[in-house]
């Protein structure tokens, strides 16, 4: 990555949410907002960032936690970093695949800095963590000056580095729902390295009984401007007996709803070709891991 020297901007600290979504509000989309940072000073010094002014949030008490189970549902504050969501007993117990999706960065340093919930902001279709979230069906608590609104995970992202988010809106918290004792989950990604950018990631959440899938989720990441659900993918799953002719047909029809990139980690086309075997794979390790 090119290296540019960083424009000056102004830093403020706000101490509550409502000061922070005042200053966003007043700025216009000229403000970013920085919870671990290493997101934003990596968009700022690649030069995809600009903020006249810089709102951390890491002075705003009561924004790191992870409540709750399965049973109950997840919540995940605005601070909260990858590695608490890694070390959570009940993010391991009950979401394994969002533990599958943080356990797979190698960096240490980085997850012990980086939140979830930046993650989630950059818009990037690189984001383990946004990967595995859109198969397990979650929701981002968004706050401004006027309201509080709810936005399921699938429709908050709209393209490269966008979402949905209007200037004086922040991302307070992640919901994930609970989960039916006959699902599970599989994350898996294809990288050169273990400390590579992926060039292919899917998270699968299938629910079953007696060998049918009553419910599924298909989340890809890398192969399209924004993290992706392949909703056609899915809708040729559910109601249907999980065998492998069904399951084949699901990751041919999950890799043709990607729009993959060529550049210098893969190409579109074996972008394409890994979805389907990432897609069948993720598929079975959750029959058999979870003996759906």
Partial sequence: MFIKSLKSFELLEPKTIEEAVTILASYDGKAAVLAGGTGLMLAMKGGYMKPEVVVSIQKIPGLDYIEGDGQSGLRIGALTTHRAVELSPAVLRDY???????????SVQVKNMATVVGSLCLGTPLSNAAVALLALGAEVKVASLTSVRTIPLDSFFIGENRTVLEPGELVTEISVPSLSARTGGAFLRLARTATDRAKVMVAVTV?????????????????????????NAEKLLKGQKLDG????????????????ITDLRSTAEYRKEMVKVLVRRAIGSVLEKAKL
């Fill in 96 to 106: 394994p695949v969002l533990y599958e999706a943080i356990h797979s960065l190698a």
């Fill in 207 to 231: 629910t079953a009984k007696d060998g049918t899938c009553e419910d599924c989720k298909i989340a890809l990441g890398a192969v399209a401007p924004t993290p992706m659900r392949a909703k």
């Fill in 245 to 260: 002719e069904r399951i084949v047909e699901v990751a041919e029809a999950a890799a043709e709803e990607t729009k993959p």
